[in-house]
């Protein structure tokens, strides 16, 4: 079973359309949406691990120009 969170993503004024975008290509992203709130675009991600799901949020979503920060919500089943 893949390992999955909800990354929540602050971005430069005017950017969330261009993040989400740019973040729905890369491996790993189920969804990329722009949303209203405290956070401009909330990702949902998967990977094998958690340790591959961390490698993701931190070498490809982290690294979209246009991020200022990333706040990642792993799902867990109780």
Do not use: F, N, W
């Amino acid at each position: 079973m893949a390992v999955q969170a909800y990354i929540l993503v602050q971005t430069e004024v005017g950017k969330a359309a261009e993040v989400a975008r740019e973040i729905t290509a890369i491996d790993g992203v189920v969804q990329a949406e722009d949303v209203t709130g405290p956070y401009d675009v909330i990702v949902r991600a998967e990977g094998p691990t958690m340790d591959e799901l961390g490698d993701l949020v931190v070498a490809s979503i982290q690294k979209v120009s246009g991020i200022t920060r990333t706040l990642t919500c792993p799902v867990v089943r109780l």
